[in-house]
């Protein structure tokens, strides 16, 4: 079932593809009727750029037709609740863009599909590394990311100082549990109720008290603590 971060980061998809969808309505109207007003509403626009307007439009809907569907689709998960979790290596793919409206873009590659991780830290993962994900069952949104515990040699490639020992405040563990996860310094902000430049500083906190240098390395810290505390 979706936790409460989950549904939160579901709504904000779901906003996110209702507007589309709703610019999607109105832009093509609203270049429509500019044409055909030009001439009395703003005489002195040119043609030119009433035609630009409605290219515009086109365009717009060429780039964001699947949003009403994915929209639907997310409303769907939110009132199920159905989460999907999958394992195995990773991989990273970019998505080009288109500026602005549709930036380029890592997608998380597992087992076959591919997962928009803009949302969260994709480069804190290496290629081939397992991997496990939660997923949104109908639309695919996706809503954690962290390294599989135990999996591969990624663990007893850790540093020896990762190996020692740390003893982490509440606060700490709180970051350092959502590091793992793969969530961006945004969504990290937005759980704990930070601004995002307080998130940074608390990384650069807890980076040196682990002795890490970066958010991998504080991943394979976290796996490797996880592990030490099995046995």
């Not at 850790?158 to 945004?186: C, F, H, M, Y």
């Amino acid at each position: 079932m979706l936790t409460a971060a989950e549904r939160h980061h579901l709504r904000r998809h779901a906003w996110r593809q209702g507007f589309s969808s709703f610019a999607l309505l109105v832009l093509p109207v609203l270049a429509g009727v500019l044409l055909w007003r030009r001439e009395s509403w703003f005489p002195h626009i040119a043609m030119e750029l009433a035609v630009a307007l409605a290219v515009l439009a086109v365009f717009w809907m060429v780039l964001m037709r699947r949003s009403p569907g994915q929209w639907r689709r997310i409303r769907a998960d939110l009132r199920s609740g159905d989460v999907t979790e999958l394992q195995g290596p990773s991989g990273l793919a970019t998505r080009r863009g288109f500026g602005l409206f549709a930036p380029t873009h890592l997608d998380l590659v597992l087992r076959g599909r591919c997962f928009d991780a803009r949302d969260f830290d994709a480069t804190a993962l290496l290629p081939g590394e397992v991997v496990r994900v939660r997923h949104a069952a109908t639309s695919g949104v996706l809503l954690a990311v962290a390294p599989e515990v135990g999996a591969g040699d990624a663990t007893s490639a850790a540093p020896a100082a990762a190996r020692t020992p740390v003893a982490l405040n509440e606060r700490e563990q709180a970051l350092l549990e959502r590091i793992a996860r793969g969530l961006s310094d945004k969504l990290i902000a937005r759980e704990l109720g930070l601004s995002p430049g307080t998130v940074r500083t608390y990384n650069s906190t807890l980076f040196r008290k682990l002795g890490v240098e970066n958010r991998r390395e504080a991943v394979r810290w976290a796996q490797d603590h996880a592990s030490s505390d099995v046995d």
